[in-house]
């Protein structure tokens, strides 16, 4: 691994249904982000962790969780996704709050 | 309300200077960064500016004026695999990014 994974690539989900993207970083970073990107609108923090062990809420939490159990992972669950949930989901790092973050590739999920 | 402003899309001509525009109201600054996105792909790190003035790398400049809450990328040398979207991005005083839209540059030969 070299630099930041995110699975899956794409989803198509059923409402209701209960998902969850990975993230995964080997650049031992402290410093975690869950960012939806929609057309027409700039990339909107939903969760962050500034290090393992703790979260924090961003500009867009609801419907969504996450949990930093290590360093390296951060998954971001919805509980019961919700066809408004339907985006481009990006998982991003840094190696402290203050630095450049660095983006994964992306999951696109859909929610019919 | 936090709110930054960047034009939706610009054209060039390969070879030539572009000028892209970011204008901001936060709360709180600590950083501006600009950021580049190829479409279906990840945003990547460009530039950083904290103090006012320009900041060059290559054939990108980055210029901040903290007091006019202003931005801009200036790219030169324009080539086709510039073609992509810059995003603008400002860190408030929670140390989080408030992302602008974008601006999508279209570069023609």
């Known amino acids: 691994i070299a630099g930041i994974t995110q699975a899956p690539t794409s989803q198509i989900l059923a409402a209701g249904r209960r998902m969850t993207l990975r993230c995964t970083q080997d650049?031992?970073?402290?410093?975690m982000y869950w960012y939806r990107q929609d057309l027409g609108l700039g990339l909107r923090l939903i969760h962050y962790?500034?290090?393992?062990?703790?979260?924090g809420k961003g500009e867009v939490p609801d419907g969504y969780s996450v949990s930093r159990a290590n360093t390296d992972d951060f998954p971001l669950t919805l509980a019961s996704a919700v066809p408004s949930q339907t985006s481009v989901y990006f998982c991003?790092?840094?190696?402290?709050?203050?630095?450049?973050?660095?983006f994964g590739p992306g999951t696109r999920l859909t929610v019919l | 309300g936090q709110n930054i402003d960047q034009p939706t899309e610009m054209t060039a001509t390969e070879g030539a200077i572009v000028q892209i525009n970011c204008t901001y109201q936060?709360?709180?600054?600590?950083?501006l960064f600009w950021y580049q996105q190829h479409a279906g792909e990840a945003p990547t790190f460009l530039s950083y500016?904290?103090l006012d003035g320009l900041e060059e790398k290559g054939r990108f400049s980055s210029f901040l004026s903290r007091s006019k809450g202003y931005s801009y990328l200036l790219l030169k040398e324009l080539q086709m695999k510039d073609s992509a979207s810059y995003l603008c991005?400002?860190?408030?005083?929670?140390?989080?990014?408030?992302w602008g839209a974008g601006t999508k540059l279209i570069i023609k030969p």
């Open positions: 991003a790092s840094s190696d402290s709050p203050t630095n450049e973050q660095f």
């Open positions: 962790s500034n290090t393992a062990g703790t979260t």
């Open positions: 500016n904290v």
């Open positions: 936060t709360s709180g600054f600590n950083g």
């Open positions: 991005a400002v860190r408030d005083s929670n140390y989080q990014l408030i």
């Open positions: 650049m031992r970073h402290n410093a």
